[in-house]
């Protein structure tokens, strides 16, 4: 772990409920660790940074991101090695990331180094909720959102940040059937589809469920213009070896996630 700089406050829960979790048989986003991270923007400025026990939350009816869907989130993985270490796998790629989406949808940004220490000091933390079983790891769900009471239709003054982490297994355990998507569209070229916004994925909804009561687990999505050119699955960007030479669509036009293992892979 990381020397920390960011003052955050840390309530540590009284009785940890990890003896209730079934570490062999979890389910995706169905258990969560014993503490979160929360911060709010006030006045042009990221405060009240604390550590607390996982609980819900309060918020107004007139919230503006239930309204206007000012949201933004990322998702990475914490993982244990053969001596026991908790790793992480290229977080201030995470910290980018949310930074990018956070502009597009005019919200402000997180600094870096206080991304950084909460992601830290929350994994460090709740260490003990990283699995050690092959293909599990503790998946980590920072977010933002606009918490400012205001049924105005303007960007918020006020945000929480938040950051949630659950242990789980694999998002998938074998081959997935995949449908081409051909009529609706997840993205278009000058829209927020490079962004982890939560309203990409509330408009995947429907179109994947069509395609899971034809039988097929996730979609394969393509462009706006002809839907002749494939773009990205619903949760992953996707790779093609052809004559051994990898192929993946591009994301200079925006309409893709820039994948953190996308871009690993291409690297390498």
């Known amino acids: 772990m990381m020397d920390t700089i960011s003052n955050i406050q840390i309530e540590k829960v009284k009785t940890s409920k990890i003896q209730s979790v ?37 918020i107004s009816p007139s919230c503006a991101a239930i309204h206007y869907g000012q949201s933004v989130f990322e998702g990475m993985k914490a993982y244990k090695d053969s001596d026991g270490n908790v790793l992480l796998f290229r977080p201030t790629e995470n910290a980018k990331r949310i930074n990018m989406s956070a502009k597009r949808m005019c919200m402000p940004e997180i600094p870096e180094t206080l991304f950084m220490d909460a992601i830290h000091q929350l994994v460090e933390l709740d260490a003990d909720w990283v699995p050690v079983a092959e293909d599990s790891s503790l998946y980590i769900r920072p977010f933002i959102f606009a918490s400012e009471e205001l049924l105005g239709v303007r960007p918020a003054e006020e945000y929480k940040f938040m950051i949630i982490t659950s242990p789980v297994s694999s998002y998938y355990t074998g081959p997935v059937d995949v449908k081409i998507e051909t009529h609706y569209t997840r ?12 309203g990409n994925y509330a408009a995947a909804l429907y179109p994947a469920k069509l395609g899971q009561d034809q039988g097929y687990k996730q979609l394969i999505w393509t462009d706006a213009n002809t839907h002749e050119y494939i773009e990205e699955s619903g949760t992953m960007n996707v790779m093609f070896l052809i004559n051994n030479v990898l192929i993946t669509p591009s994301i200079s036009l925006h309409t893709t996630l820039a994948g953190i293992t996308r871009d690993s892979i291409l690297t390498l």
């Open 22 to 58: 079934d570490f062999k048989n979890i389910q995706f986003g169905k258990q969560f660790s014993d503490h979160m991270f929360v911060a709010d923007y006030k006045n042009g400025e990221w405060k009240n940074l604390k550590i607390v026990p996982y609980a819900p939350i309060s």
């Open 187 to 198: 993205a278009s070229e000058g829209g927020v589809g490079f962004a982890k916004a939560a």
